[in-house]
């Protein structure tokens, strides 16, 4: 069965009936090519995708073709990877050479048989059986998906294939736009990293799927030939540099820190030393490709670590390096031959990589909430008092000059009140200096509960608190004055079996038209204080107007 009939089938894979021959000395010509398929020379195929592995020498490939119809049948034979070096095509019949057509990337672009990224050529095939003969050389993986349809078949999976990519490439553009926006924002440089990883991967897929030698370096042959392994190494690494900065390795495991820079700079001057050698892109390629495969073991160790350092940002990023592992480890794998190819499995990496990216910008986000919450609650702790949880004598400033400003303005009444626990030092000489913290957070606590919805409370020194009453009158407040004297009154601390009731003296000053600044009116409750301490203690004193 080594003859394919196209007459009733739109899209035949011809490479399953393929016979192919390695050439071990010099190159041999058509002529020797099919003497030596005469003398049963050639391997049959055993897959419809022929693969050779990297650094292969140049392959001779056979294929018998059949048109039962009495007219001629045009067919688009397509070639679907991109990168082999040098293509001679022929299609003969009885003898008699029909076409020939020569292509591959180390010619510009512009001499292509037809405008496609892949190595494609129509091919006009007699009535009766003709033969397709192929010779491809070439340093890089060589892998020979073969398709031959007609062309409204061909057109329509071209079609697909190009919105594909358009979904792969919008998705990426979109989520590298929005964190360099981020990063030019916020100026974390995990954003910049992602971004360049993402961009990176972009050129990468550009460059292997020869998107980027059609529509951007169509003259480029050189870069074209250096794309693959120069942009693989340089993806690799930017991966690992993303994940030394986004899972903070530098802190939870410096030395493995250390190693992998020094890994990305070793790899990357030996690739600068290869592309000064010539003959140096196989080693380049083998290099590339055993390099991608080592750091994304890299990346999932770094996950790990970072996981068991506790890191919580690790979990988004292990799952997001298992799914882009398995789609780059199955496409590399495929692509050097070393599993079996298939059209999905040379997807595997686009599917893998765009979920991988998709995952990281929600562990960038979730890492940006969680920085943020902690920010919030550090500048928070700043505010309170660490004992009793009241404003400190700072958030007592700050909250309270808006109220201040706007009650002088419209000449509105304020109060104040200073409110000190009496013979404090001797809870804490009889009691213990725990015994005196519970007493002052337990007086908090009921001065929590007994001032009114807008008042402002503070602990302002050792056993020491204000409040702010704006709004309250001279009269008003004394009254919250006794009620506070009288509800610490009734605080009662329990300590080593004795109960240490609590008292507290108050100094009590209004705003008149003489004091203007805050200082002003508490310095006058603060003397209020005194003379209540004065005069025996457990009493409120109101300033005289
Ligand atoms: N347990 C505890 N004691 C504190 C704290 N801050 C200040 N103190 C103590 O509170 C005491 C205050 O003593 P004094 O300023 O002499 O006043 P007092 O003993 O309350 O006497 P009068 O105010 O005159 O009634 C000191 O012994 C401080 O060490 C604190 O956060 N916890």
């Given at each position: 069965?080594?003859?394919?009939?196209?007459?009733?089938?739109?899209l035949?894979?011809?490479?399953?009936?393929?016979?192919?021959?390695?050439?071990t000395?010099?190159?041999?010509?058509?002529?020797?090519?099919?003497e030596?398929?005469?003398?049963?020379?050639?391997?049959?195929?055993?897959s419809?995708?022929l693969?050779?592995?990297?650094g292969?020498?140049?392959?001779?490939?056979?294929?018998?073709?059949l048109?039962?119809?009495?007219?001629?049948?045009?067919?688009?034979?397509?070639i679907?990877t991109?990168?082999?070096?040098h293509?001679?095509?022929?299609?003969?019949?009885?003898d008699?050479?029909?076409?020939?057509?020569?292509?591959?990337?180390s010619?510009?672009f512009?001499?292509?048989?037809?405008n496609?990224r892949y190595?494609?050529?129509?091919?006009?095939?007699p009535?009766?059986?003709t033969?397709?003969w192929?010779?491809?050389?070439?340093p890089?993986?060589m892998?020979?998906?073969l398709?031959?349809?007609s062309?409204q078949?061909?057109?329509?999976?071209?079609?697909?294939?190009?919105?594909?990519?358009g979904?792969?490439y919008?998705?990426?553009l979109?989520?590298l736009?929005?964190?360099?926006m981020?990063?030019?924002?916020?100026?974390?440089?995990?954003?910049?990293?992602?971004?360049i990883?993402?961009?990176?991967?972009?050129?990468?897929?550009?460059?292997?799927?020869?998107?980027g030698?059609?529509?951007?370096?169509?003259?480029?042959?050189?870069?074209?030939?250096?794309?693959?392994?120069?942009?693989?190494i340089l993806y690799?690494s930017?991966g690992?540099?993303?994940?030394?900065?986004?899972?903070?390795?530098r802190?939870?495991?410096?030395?493995l820190?250390?190693?992998i820079?020094?890994?990305?700079?070793a790899?990357?001057?030996l690739?600068?030393?290869?592309l000064?050698?010539?003959?140096?892109?196989?080693?380049?390629?083998?290099?590339?490709?055993?390099?991608?495969l080592?750091g994304?073991?890299?990346?999932?160790?770094?996950?790990?670590?970072?996981?068991?350092?506790?890191?919580?940002?690790?979990?988004?990023?292990?799952?997001?390096s298992v799914?882009?592992?398995?789609?780059?480890?199955?496409?590399?794998?495929?692509?050097?031959?070393?599993i079996?190819?298939?059209?999905?499995g040379?997807?595997?990496?686009d599917?893998g990589?765009?979920i991988?990216?998709?995952l990281?910008a929600?562990?960038?986000?979730?890492?940006?909430?969680?920085?943020q919450?902690?920010r919030?609650?550090?500048?928070?702790m700043?505010?309170l008092?660490?004992l009793?949880?009241?404003?400190?004598?700072?958030?007592?400033?700050?909250?309270?000059e808006?109220?201040?400003?706007s009650?002088?303005?419209?000449?509105?009444p304020?109060?104040?009140?200073?409110i000190?626990?009496?013979?404090?030092k001797?809870?804490?000489?009889?009691?213990?200096h725990?015994?005196g913290?519970?007493a002052?957070?337990?007086?908090?606590?009921?001065?929590?509960?007994?001032?009114?919805?807008?008042d402002i409370?503070?602990?302002?020194?050792?056993?020491?608190?204000?409040?702010?009453m704006p709004?309250?009158?001279?009269?008003?407040?004394?009254r919250?004055?006794?009620?506070?004297?009288?509800?610490?009154g009734?605080?009662?601390?329990?300590?080593?079996?004795?109960?240490?009731?609590?008292s507290?003296?108050?100094?009590?000053?209004a705003?008149?038209e003489?004091?203007?600044?805050?200082e002003q009116?508490?310095c006058?409750?603060?003397?209020?204080?005194?003379?209540?301490?004065?005069?025996?203690?457990?009493?409120?004193?109101?300033?005289?107007?």
């Amino acid at each position: 069965g080594d003859l394919i009939d196209l007459q009733h089938q739109p899209l035949v894979l011809p490479g399953s009936t393929a016979f192919y021959y390695a050439e071990t000395g010099q190159p041999i010509s058509l002529d020797t090519a099919r003497e030596a398929f005469r003398q049963g020379q050639f391997t049959p195929s055993s897959s419809p995708f022929l693969s050779f592995g990297i650094g292969a020498s140049p392959h001779w490939i056979r294929i018998a073709l059949l048109n039962s119809s009495a007219d001629e049948l045009l067919r688009v034979l397509s070639i679907e990877t991109t990168w082999l070096d040098h293509i001679e095509l022929y299609l003969l019949q009885d003898d008699q050479l029909l076409t020939q057509t020569l292509m591959g990337d180390s010619f510009p672009f512009s001499q292509r048989p037809l405008n496609h990224r892949y190595f494609a050529q129509t091919l006009t095939l007699p009535s009766g059986t003709t033969e397709l003969w192929m010779r491809v050389a070439t340093p890089d993986p060589m892998l020979l998906p073969l398709y031959l349809g007609s062309y409204q078949v061909q057109q329509q999976r071209y079609e697909q294939d190009a919105y594909s990519y358009g979904v792969l490439y919008g998705v990426m553009l979109a989520l590298l736009l929005y964190n360099l926006m981020l990063y030019t924002g916020i100026r974390h440089r995990q954003y910049l990293y992602y971004a360049i990883y993402v961009g990176l991967f972009v050129w990468l897929n550009l460059a292997y799927t020869g998107h980027g030698f059609r529509w951007l370096w169509p003259e480029a042959v050189t870069w074209q030939q250096w794309a693959n392994p120069v942009l693989m190494i340089l993806y690799g690494s930017s991966g690992l540099v993303f994940a030394l900065s986004f899972l903070n390795i530098r802190n939870s495991a410096p030395r493995l820190y250390q190693a992998i820079q020094w890994l990305c700079i070793a790899v990357i001057l030996l690739l600068a030393v290869l592309l000064l050698i010539p003959q140096g892109r196989v080693a380049a390629l083998y290099l590339a490709f055993s390099f991608i495969l080592l750091g994304t073991l890299l990346m999932l160790l770094l996950g790990g670590v970072a996981w068991r350092a506790g890191n919580p940002a690790s979990r988004y990023f292990l799952c997001a390096s298992v799914i882009a592992a398995l789609g780059g480890m199955i496409t590399a794998l495929s692509v050097w031959g070393l599993i079996p190819f298939s059209p999905a499995g040379y997807r595997a990496v686009d599917l893998g990589t765009m979920i991988e990216a998709v995952l990281l910008a929600l562990a960038l986000a979730e890492q940006f909430r969680r920085t943020q919450r902690q920010r919030l609650r550090a500048e928070a702790m700043a505010r309170l008092d660490p004992l009793t949880g009241l404003n400190n004598r700072r958030a007592f400033a700050e909250r309270v000059e808006p109220l201040w400003q706007s009650c002088v303005r419209y000449d509105r009444p304020m109060s104040l009140a200073i409110i000190d626990l009496d013979e404090f030092k001797k809870i804490n000489d009889s009691f213990g200096h725990k015994a005196g913290d519970l007493a002052l957070e337990m007086t908090a606590e009921a001065l929590l509960q007994s001032i009114r919805g807008g008042d402002i409370l503070a602990r302002w020194g050792g056993e020491e608190f204000i409040l702010f009453m704006p709004e309250t009158t001279r009269d008003e407040a004394v009254r919250v004055a006794e009620r506070l004297r009288a509800c610490i009154g009734t605080v009662q601390v329990r300590e080593q079996d004795a109960l240490i009731s609590l008292s507290a003296s108050i100094g009590v000053a209004a705003r008149d038209e003489q004091i203007e600044r805050l200082e002003q009116l508490i310095c006058v409750a603060d003397q209020c204080l005194y003379q209540a301490k004065m005069q025996g203690r457990n009493r409120v004193v109101l300033a005289h107007a």
